[in-house]
């Protein structure tokens, strides 16, 4: 996979994240570690997506 096709499944998995994490929100018995455990995985994204953003820009 190139570089530009990693860097929009990340985004594509950040925003599925995103919508999953909203849709828990507003379940009336929301999992708060669920929850957790999901913004985690998103932020793991996007710190992974500003490496990649800092090495493109380096080449």
């Known amino acids: 996979m190139s570089l530009q096709g990693h860097i ?4 594509r998995r950040h ?6 994490i909203e849709k828990e929100q507003i379940h ?3 999992n708060d570690v669920k929850i ?6 998103k932020l793991q994204i996007k710190d992974e997506l500003a490496k990649l953003a800092v090495s493109e820009t380096r080449h």
């Open 8 to 11: 929009v499944e990340l985004q």
């Open 36 to 41: 957790v455990e999901l913004k985690r995985k």
């Open 28 to 30: 009336p018995n929301a």
């Open 15 to 20: 925003e599925a994240l995103e919508k999953e």
